[in-house]
Structures are given as structure tokens and as C-alpha cells.
């Protein structure tokens, strides 16, 4: 595997080299708050992809040609690891962009599959974008883990819109996520996931629908100790205050609001980006 090949030729003591995340919008925030928790010595360098959102509708050869420019650019600064932080985007292009880099990068369908079969359940929900769900890479994913579990995915889009434009914790919020839920009334699951990482910002709103039997599984967190084993085994952790770089190809004003909400302003700057072919 090309995380572990890379690894095993550059293995170091410390790298205080920062950790660099993409999403399409804002919802790789998400993971970033995990990674200020979980791992608070690691700097992160965050590009969220405004000026071409939404993802989900947008054909995979299109996204995959978006998240290489990012990675690039991410490579560039330089971070010691990518984790790309949107579901759309790993389906798409997980394969080529640690392909075409030369440093290691996660996706986070592989946690999040593997957190929901090791909750041991038989029925496992998913809801995702209209992209990742037509894909069907939660599907194979968790069928290629466990054959026998029995999997209902749901294509959720307008949840996106509603974190994107800052409607959480609003009577809109929740009829929304009431209406696109309404599969798992008929189709009850045991375990639902998150499958795309805008929609940890909508747990209260999912909780009151789904009911308190069923387990939410979270691909942010699951991501972020997945990469916490591979900084920890191969030595590569910081021991150096974190800083927070954060790049918006959109609206920096969207960003720095979400940022303010979702991370309490626990950042250090947020810049514009031009990606290359961008006018």
C-alpha cells in the first residue's frame, strides 16, 4: 500500500510538519475540530473547495480533477499527510491522488465502514450525497468487510445545503433531516452513517429522528484515529504548537463563519485560493 511503502522509507522521530485536510465546502471542519481534540499538537493546512461546491452533483472525473489540484497544492506547503475529508471526493479520487502524490493520503470511507461493522450490528444505514450513493462505495466498503450485512443508503443532498448555509439547530433543519429520513422509517437500521462530513453538524437534528437505539456513526472521528495510529506507529507526530492555516477557493467570509461556529474562532488565518485553471 503506498501509505505504508512511504512510510517505511521516511520514517523520523517527530515531524512537525503540518497535516493538510480538503473538503468541498465546509463540512471538513468536521474533522478538523477532531483533529484540534484528539491530536493537539498537529498544525493543519485547510482547503475547503467553496468555489466549486457542491461536489455531490458534480461527475467524478470533474471532482478527482479538483481534489489533485488541491492535493498539489496541499503537497506544496508542504503537509506530511493528506486526509481528504469528504466523501464524495475519497470515492472519487481516494485511488489517483495517492497515486499522484508523494505523500500519504486518507480518505474517509474505509473508517467510517469499518467503525459501523465493528459496532456489530446487521443493519446499517447510510446517507450521503447524491454522488457517493450512485457511486455505491459505502456499499461495497462495508459488504467487502462483512457479505452478510445488510446495507440502506439514501442520498441526502439537501442536508449539505442546510450546514452550508448555516441553518443548523434551526425548525428547518430539523424538518428537512425529518423528510429525508423517512426511508428509515419503513427500513429500520441499527447503525447509521455519516457518510458525508457536513452532516456531524446536524447530530442533534438526526438523534430526534432516528431515536436513541440507534448507534450514529461519525467517519470524521473514525478518519482522525485512523490517522492518529499512522502518525503514532511510524513516529511522526508533532511536539510543537499547532497553528491553523485555513483557504477557502470560495467566499472567505463562508469559511471564516463557519469557522467561528464550528471551531469557536480556533484558527489563525483564512485566506483565498485560486486553484490552477481557475479564472
Same mark, same amino acid.
Given at each position: ?63 478527482? #480533477? ?8 496541499? !503537497? ?66 462495508? #459488504? ?12 441526502? #443532498? ?22 429525508? *429520513? ?25 438523534? #430526534? ?16 484515529? !485512523?490517522?492518529?495510529? *499512522? ?49
Amino acid at each position: 500500500m503506498k501509505v505504508q511503502g512511504y512510510l517505511e522509507d521516511e520514517v523520523d522521530k517527530m515531524d512537525n510538519r503540518p497535516i493538510g485536510i480538503m473538503d468541498s465546502g465546509l463540512g471538513g471542519l468536521s474533522v478538523v475540530r477532531v483533529v484540534q481534540r484528539e491530536l493537539p499538537n498537529e498544525s493543519i493546512v485547510f482547503v475547503g473547495d467553496e468555489g466549486h461546491f457542491p461536489y455531490g452533483t458534480k461527475s467524478q472525473s470533474v471532482v478527482r #480533477q479538483l481534489v489533485l489540484k488541491i492535493g498539489q497544492f496541499l !503537497q506544496s506547503q508542504p503537509v506530511k499527510l493528506m486526509i481528504i475529508a469528504c466523501n464524495t471526493a475519497t470515492a472519487a479520487a481516494l485511488p489517483t491522488v495517492q497515486q499522484q502524490l508523494t505523500i500519504p493520503v486518507i480518505g474517509v470511507i474505509n473508517p467510517g465502514a469499518k467503525a459501523a461493522i465493528d459496532s456489530d450490528v446487521q443493519r446499517i444505514g447510510v446517507i450521503a450525497t447524491e454522488s457517493t450513493t450512485k457511486d455505491g462505495a459505502y456499499v461495497r466498503e462495508l #459488504q467487502k468487510l462483512n457479505p452478510s450485512v445488510k446495507v440502506i443508503s439514501k442520498a441526502t #443532498q439537501p442536508l449539505v445545503a442546510i450546514v452550508e448555509h448555516g441553518k443548523t439547530g434551526t425548525p428547518e433543519a430539523q424538518e428537512t433531516v425529518n423528510e429525508q *429520513l423517512t426511508i428509515f422509517d419503513e427500513q429500520p437500521v441499527d447503525a447509521l452513517i455519516l457518510g458525508c462530513t457536513h452532516f456531524p453538524f446536524l447530530t442533534n437534528e438526526i438523534k #430526534q429522528k432516528m431515536g436513541p437505539n440507534v448507534k450514529l456513526i461519525d467517519p470524521a472521528l473514525e478518519t482522525v484515529n !485512523q490517522a492518529k495510529k *499512522l502518525l503514532t506507529k511510524n513516529q511522526l507526530l508533532s511536539d510543537q504548537p499547532a497553528s491553523y492555516q485555513l483557504y477557502s477557493t470560495g467566499d472567505r467570509k463562508d469559511l471564516i463563519s463557519g469557522a467561528d461556529k464550528w471551531l469557536a474562532g480556533h484558527y489563525d488565518s483564512c485566506n483565498s485560493l485560486q486553484l490552477e485553471g481557475d479564472n
